[in-house]
């Protein structure tokens, strides 16, 4: 079964405070629909229209549970506390098998 992952490409982040507050209950969530970080942030060499800014890479047992875990109760607070304190490129991929 094809794992699943979370990938997020932060283009801007102008309230470094809000993106503190949304990690722990998105860290919560996460651990709770069985997500493993992968990256968080480190050194990016961008290439062509890539962005540098922050890049953070979960990984799922499979697309089913990456999704799942989005659409949780428990992650759905998460979001509301960035509030405009970043703009970010966020989705949800298949592995290959």
Same mark, same amino acid.
């Given at each position: 079964?094809?794992? =699943? ?6 283009? !801007? @982040? $102008? %309230?470094?405070?809000? /993106? ?10 996460? *651990?709770?629909?069985? +997500? ?5 942030? +480190? ?6 229209? +890539? @962005? ?6 979960? *990984?799922?047992? $499979?697309?089913?549970?990456?999704? &799942?875990?989005? &659409? $949780? ?6 979001? &509301? !506390? /960035? $509030? =405009? +304190?970043?703009?970010? %490129?966020?989705? @949800?991929? *298949?592995? @290959? %098998?």
């Amino acid at each position: 079964m094809p794992k =699943g992952y979370w990938v997020s490409v932060y283009r !801007t @982040i $102008s %309230d470094p405070e809000k /993106l503190a507050a949304y990690n722990k209950p998105a860290r919560m969530a996460v *651990e709770a629909g069985g +997500g493993r970080v992968l990256v968080r942030g +480190g050194r990016v060499v961008a290439h062509d229209a +890539g @962005i540098a800014e922050r890049t953070v890479l979960i *990984e799922f047992d $499979s697309f089913e549970q990456a999704v &799942a875990a989005r &659409a $949780s109760a428990a992650y759905q607070e998460a979001p &509301a !506390t /960035l $509030s =405009g +304190g970043v703009e970010r %490129d966020f989705r @949800i991929v *298949e592995g @290959i %098998d």
